[in-house]
């Protein structure tokens, strides 16, 4: 059971991925790690901002949109989770997909955190605008505003809602976990010196 008071973010959960270790000493140690000071982080910002600001009704009337939001403030009191969503179309076909806007290439794949952080987003609004949900898309700033299209199955949802949980029994029961195996991430981890 989760404590009825405790949100986690989208977030977290991208953090938890990269390495678990993040939750522990974000969470429990209360160690900031002053991600607003990074540069993608900086940019990423000033993008969203731009976009805001940016007619881009071609790329809606494209994908067959009939209706958005911007900037969507969405709970889940079920999941005990909550995020920003960049944006919300509404398709002819009655569902409704996540629009993320990222600073960065596309690189020919997608990688593993978008994913997950568009199947959050994707629970997040079938949980509150009781639509189905089965795919996201991802703007790439940095490719010309190329358009990636992600399925969403029932499997994405449950390693989505598994990855939640892990976060979130981190966080109430001030369990330690293993580092990533990934040696590589640590060079450039924040939490580096500290680390064991």
Avoid: W
């Avoid at 909550?82 to 020919?108: H, N, Q, S």
């Amino acid at each position: 059971m989760v404590e009825e008071n405790i949100y986690i973010t989208t977030s977290d959960v991208i953090e938890y991925l990269f390495c678990p270790r993040f939750t522990y000493y974000m969470h429990c140690l209360e160690i900031p790690q002053h991600e607003g000071n990074r540069f993608k982080v900086q940019k990423g910002r000033h993008i969203h901002e731009i976009r805001e600001k940016t007619n881009t009704e071609y790329l809606r009337k494209k994908l067959g949109c009939i209706g958005r939001e911007n900037s969507v403030k969405l709970c889940s009191k079920k999941h005990h989770i909550r995020g920003i969503v960049d944006e919300i179309i509404f398709l002819a076909d009655g569902t409704a997909a996540p629009i993320d806007y990222k600073y960065a290439e596309y690189k020919e794949k997608t990688f593993r955190t978008h994913k997950y952080q568009a199947t959050i987003y994707a629970l997040l609004i079938a949980e509150n605008y009781g639509k189905p949900v089965n795919r996201a898309y991802l703007c790439y700033a940095r490719s010309n505003n190329k358009i990636k299209e992600i399925t969403i199955t029932e499997k994405d949802y449950k390693k989505a809602i598994k990855a939640i949980e892990e976060v979130l029994d981190i966080i109430q029961n001030g369990l330690y976990p293993k580092k990533t195996k990934y040696s590589r991430k640590c060079i450039d981890c924040c939490y580096r010196r500290i680390c064991t």
